[in-house]
């Protein structure tokens, strides 16, 4: 029979070649870790960039809580609501309409920065006649660039029936209570407990997406961080840099190997 078992100089033989590549993949690891790292970093700091344009190509905002009516819309009167636009290219928002026996001609949006604003950044006016009672109107106008992380403010005005009597009997659908945290309720240009049930929807642009990323990035940077340029660069140079290391990486171990 023969002896399967290897002489001790051949154990002896292995073992020391196993310490060996042990030894040089220890080494390789140290050497290799600082790369490692670098290229880990921009491929997370890439995969948060991306998901945060992502955010802001698709994100809309939707308060749809409501379980009470705002004053009623006369000719002069108006309900507004304050919010913080979450995407780029802010282009339609939507209310929640109740009529009486006597509707509106028309129901006119007015998209401004602030309450104490006097100037309209958009304006869009929908008819009565292509409007349900507690269904969405939806006011579309032209986008609005940079308008992520924005603070606007609408209100919502009606217009009157020429050919009936009276006033028109218009409400908004409300809260009472102030369940979205980021806006007020505003009744004839007065903040007012509760918010307006009301959606907000963006149409957005790729270089619109680029550039509200680019100006989120730089936010109360200081010196160069504070350069929109500086993470035009860096968002360059990052794949090429991520390559590099990787195909020295790869370049390295082949050499080590034969």
């Known amino acids: 029979m023969y002896n399967h078992h290897l002489p001790s100089e051949a154990e002896d033989g292995v073992e020391s070649v196993r ?36 955010q802001r190509l698709l994100g809309g905002l939707e308060q749809p809580h409501h379980s009470a009516l705002s004053p009623q819309l006369p000719g002069a009167g108006t309900v ?11 282009n339609r928002i939507a209310v929640l309409p109740r009529f009486g026996d006597s509707p509106p001609a028309s129901l006119t949006l007015h998209l401004r ?33 940079n308008s992520a992380d924005t603070e606007f403010y609408f209100y919502v005005e009606s217009t009157n029936n020429m050919e009936e009597d009276g006033e028109a009997e218009t409400w908004l659908l409300r809260t009472t209570d102030n369940v979205y945290a980021w806006g007020e309720l505003y009744v004839d240009g007065r903040p007012t407990n509760g918010d307006l049930a009301f959606k907000v929807s963006c149409n957005p642009s790729v270089a619109g997406v680029i550039t509200s990323i680019l100006r989120h990035i730089n936010d109360n940077k200081p010196l160069l961080w504070g350069n929109v340029m500086f993470y035009a660069v860096l968002a360059v140079a990052y794949p090429g840099l991520t390559v590099a290391l990787w195909l020295r990486l790869r370049a390295s171990l082949i050499k080590e190997r034969t």
């Open 113 to 145: 920065t602030s309450p104490d604003e006097e100037h309209d950044l958009r304006t869009a006016t929908i008819q009565a006649t292509d409007l349900g009672s507690d269904e969405y109107a939806y006011f579309d106008f032209a986008p609005v660039p």
């Open 80 to 90: 507004g609501q304050t919010f913080i636009c979450p995407c780029v290219g802010l």
């Open 19 to 54: 310490g060996t590549n042990a030894f040089g993949v220890q080494q390789r690891l140290r050497k290799y870790f600082p790369a490692i790292v670098v290229a880990a970093s921009l491929l997370l700091a890439g995969v948060l960039t991306i998901q945060d344009g992502w």
